[in-house]
């Protein structure tokens, strides 16, 4: 891990990490995801949460051998490691393209509505851009530094929505993952183009906190058969503290993840 990255993270709460997904990879992403938006239809997403002004599909881990590719990179799981500490998970793995002609816009959030608490840091995020990132197609904001406030936007903005003196707009091209500490404020701006702009979230948390979508019971049981030992580790399939908090609502709402 680059030491520069690991300040940034600290500091700001995000890094992007160039060019991590190879183009073959890339490729056969948007290849599935095309293919399921065409198969799911008006359902995509719909197994967590549907968005409007962006198409999303949800539950990706149970979902092809591209996006399992993504569920335990070693040199992203060292930086989420940096974030959560050494005891973490998959919480959930979605797909948002946010649509042409001015979709895609999002309030200011952190994930989940989460706050540190005694522990420190419970969620973090990876964006994995699927076409680039520009300032024109719908680019993620975020306001630097605010993983570390211990407070929610909403308790110091009263318009989430409009634009905030700080933000900065995370701008990248597709290849590229950002990793961002998912208390930072942040939020998807609009796609002022006529052409998507997909993105893949592979989103971690701490293990003793409740995953997004309760992998276990989500994967198919050819899926869990087919997992690596650390795949399945990163799923948390054989891990008790992780049925015992995850187990009693399968799917867990939280703010636009
Ligand atoms: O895909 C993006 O632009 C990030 C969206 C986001 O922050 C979210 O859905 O929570």
């Not at 197994?47 to 992203?76: M, T, W, Y």
Request: proline letters at 6%; hydrophobic letters at 35%; aromatic letters at 6%.
């Amino acid at each position: 891990m680059n030491r520069e990255y690991l300040k940034s993270l600290d500091r700001d709460g995000f890094i992007t990490l160039d060019g991590l997904i190879p183009t073959d990879l890339v490729e056969r992403l948007r290849c599935r995801i095309a293919e399921l938006f065409e198969s799911e239809g008006e359902n995509a997403g719909s197994e967590f949460k549907q968005e409007p002004g962006s198409r999303r599909l949800a539950n990706c881990a149970d979902k092809g051998e591209a996006f399992r590719a993504c569920v335990a990179h070693p040199e992203i799981l060292g930086y989420i490691g940096h974030v959560l500490g050494p005891r973490f998970k998959l919480s959930s793995m979605n797909v948002r393209s946010a649509n042409p002609h001015d979709g895609g816009g999002q309030p200011l959030h952190a994930d989940m509505g989460a706050v540190p608490d005694a522990d420190g840091y419970w969620v973090c995020n990876t964006i994995w851009l699927l076409d680039d990132f520009t300032a024109e197609n719908g680019a993620v904001r975020a306001i630097p530094g605010t993983h570390r406030s211990g407070k929610l936007p909403g308790e110091v903005i009263a318009d989430l929505s409009s634009a905030h003196p700080d933000e900065v707009l995370v701008t990248g091209r597709a290849g590229d993952v950002i990793v961002m500490n998912a208390h930072l404020w942040h939020g998807g701006t609009p796609n002022r183009t006529g052409r998507e702009r997909r993105a893949l979230h592979a989103f971690y948390c701490r293990a003793d906190k409740p995953q997004q979508q309760y992998q276990k019971k989500l994967l198919r049981p050819e899926t869990i058969a087919a997992l690596t030992p650390s795949e399945r580790a990163i799923l948390a399939i054989d891990d008790p503290l992780n049925d015992e908090v995850s187990s009693k609502d399968v799917v867990r709402s939280g703010f636009l993840k």
